[in-house]
């Protein structure tokens, strides 16, 4: 309360009046820090509660393109808005590139949510090619951007720029997941035939777990492109390792490893690699990360039996925070494959229907044996074992696994399992596969791979015996496995095979060539569909080595991997800008 003239004296006393005023002036300053002290307080508080929140809270967005000037990204929004989508852009600088201006649309809570919108508008034509980003606040949203712009008469047009680079976020990316497998090695036809097959309901098969191949001849390798839109990556001479697996978190940050723990990053897209130290001599088989900095290396350590030869090996799980400058390494027995849907929680299934879950980013693992009961059979006997070989999820809920038949008698292709909360009940999906020849209850057969772009829409790949005759096939459900389209394609070699939806999919055929001496030399084919594998197209021929890992983000850009150091790039410049 302030003070005020004594009653009845308003004009006297002066002095007085001084010593109020010093006194209202001294208590004003008080009550001025008590409340900004509070106030600064309870503003810090918020700032990191906003930030905490920003930190946990990832959303995304569709990327669809990149382009170098600001106009062009305006008339794509434009064109994008008026197809009633959310159309934006955001501005990055790129290293070795400059500016680009990113066109993006929507905000998604999750990637499974972006992923399944950005396929619907690719199948009704509004769209192209796409990757999922993290979402970034558009240019023309942000309050500092419409400042800049605001003062634009004052600012020089590179200044502009300038601010509005530091005010961006930076992207992330979440990937879409390739899972090598590396079945027994047959023989590859003189002619990978292109095959139009029926199509009709289909039961599924079940994929090996990885088996090593022999050594690799040291023979001169051939590579004839018949799609020029296959490149050499990187360095011819980076290495002399097989490189067995690669992963991309985005158009320009991946990684591949091989032989003996050597691992390598790009982050310019594959113009150039980088040798990482993994600090294990295991074969790595598998990679996968969730963002740039978080990954995980699946890996296998040969060991010797008795009498030297080889006998089995240890599977090394290989953890990263940093991008894979360092690796921290677990055991995980019997493991062939793994999935992650985050940072913490992950998926590992293998041989001895193993399958396991973490919840802390592959520190601890936990058993699960809810599948065990739905294999119908022994999961072990004298003839025969069985174990899962891929696992994809959607979400923390929505997943799908595959088991195979191994060893000496091999007559079951095997099942697929599905789970929608979040592994704790899992359902087996029935697979019946067509044959011509085959009749009973069995097929003998082998699946390969299982990608799902929504609860209700994916594909399995494997291979099957009907006759005497040997197929790759594809088969695709719409409605969740009650019905199954399959594609058969007769094929003595052994597959590698990726899609990422029901029309585009890729598959390396290879398989040791013919009167090769002592040493095996292995051919590949590398082929390719646009129409859910009733026909294929001879992309490339790899003559003296095997092309053990492909990974596609879109059907204009991917890259394959294999023997002697080789790492090849797709670019189709002309169909898609999604790139940068």
């Not at 201006?101 to 950005?118: D, L, S």
């Not at 992963?247 to 310019?268: A, K, P």
């Not at 292709?413 to 085959?438: A, H």
Request: one cysteine or more.
């Amino acid at each position: 309360m302030l003070l005020s003239h004594p009653a009845g004296f308003p004009g006297c006393c002066p002095g007085l009046t001084r010593f109020r005023n010093l006194l209202n002036r001294k208590f004003l300053k008080m009550i001025m820090w008590h409340r900004i002290s509070h106030l600064g307080i309870i503003s810090l508080l918020l700032i990191n509660i906003i930030v905490d929140t920003r930190g946990q809270a990832k959303n995304y967005a569709i990327q669809i393109a990149a382009v170098e000037n600001q106009s062009e990204a305006e008339t794509i929004v434009a064109d994008l808005k008026s197809k009633g989508l959310n159309g934006y852009w955001v501005m990055a600088e790129i290293a070795g590139l400059g500016t680009r201006y990113r066109i993006r649309i929507g905000q998604f809570k999750t990637n499974t949510e972006a992923r399944t919108i950005a396929e619907k508008y690719r199948k009704r034509g509004l769209i192209a090619d796409f990757f999922i980003a993290t979402w970034e606040e558009p240019a023309t949203n942000n309050i500092r951007q419409r400042r800049i712009a605001a003062s634009s008469e004052k600012n020089s047009a590179e200044d502009v720029a300038k601010t509005a680079e530091k005010i961006k976020h930076k992207p992330e990316l979440e990937p879409l997941v390739a899972k090598p497998a590396d079945p027994p090695a047959t023989q590859l036809p003189d002619d990978l035939r292109q095959v139009d097959a029926p199509s009709y309901p289909v039961r599924t098969a079940e994929p090996s777990p990885h088996i090593g191949g022999p050594p690799v001849a040291n023979a001169l390798p051939d590579l004839n492109f018949k799609n020029s839109n296959w490149k050499m990556s990187g360095s011819h001479a980076l290495t002399t390792q097989n490189m067995r697996t690669i992963f991309f978190i985005d158009s320009l940050t991946g990684w591949i490893g091989g032989d003996d723990g050597s691992v390598f990053r790009t982050t310019d897209g594959g113009m150039s690699w980088r040798p990482l130290i993994s600090g294990t001599r295991a074969d790595i088989n598998l990679i996968q990360f969730v963002d740039w900095n978080t990954g995980w290396m699946l890996g296998d350590m040969e060991k010797s039996g008795l009498e030297g030869g080889k006998s089995d090996s240890d599977k090394v799980l290989l953890l990263t925070n940093d991008g894979g400058k360092t690796w921290r390494q677990k055991q995980l027995s019997n493991v062939t494959s793994i999935f992650f849907i985050d940072a913490r929680t992950g998926w590992a299934v293998g041989r001895n229907a193993t399958i396991l879950k973490t919840t802390d980013g592959g520190e601890q693992w936990q058993a699960v044996s809810e599948l065990e009961k739905l294999i119908g059979l022994p999961v072990e006997s004298t003839t025969y074992n069985y174990g899962f070989s891929d696992i994809f999820f959607l979400d923390a809920d929505h997943g799908w696994i595959i088991g195979n038949f191994y060893g000496r008698d091999r007559n079951n292709i095997g099942g697929l399992y599905v789970t929608s909360d979040g592994g704790r009940n899992w359902k087996r999906i029935p697979l019946t596969l067509q044959t011509q020849y085959s009749s009973g209850r069995f097929t003998p057969g082998v699946l390969h791979s299982v990608h799902f772009i929504e609860q209700n829409t994916g594909t399995v790949s494997g291979e099957m015996m009907d006759g005497e005759g040997r197929f790759f096939f594809a088969i695709h459900t719409r409605d969740g496995g009650r019905t199954w389209q399959q594609y058969r394609t007769p094929s003595s070699a052994t597959h590698f095979t990726q899609f990422i939806d029901l029309e585009n999919g890729w598959t390396a055929a290879f398989a040791p060539r013919e009167g090769s001496a002592e040493a095996v030399i292995y051919d590949t084919a590398l082929m390719k569909t646009d129409n859910g594998g009733m026909s294929w197209q001879n992309d490339f021929l790899a003559r003296g080595r095997r092309i053990r890992a492909i990974f596609f983000l879109s059907p204009s850009l991917g890259w394959a991997v294999g023997d002697r150091g080789t790492i090849l790039k797709f670019e189709d410049k002309k169909k898609s800008k999604v790139k940068s």
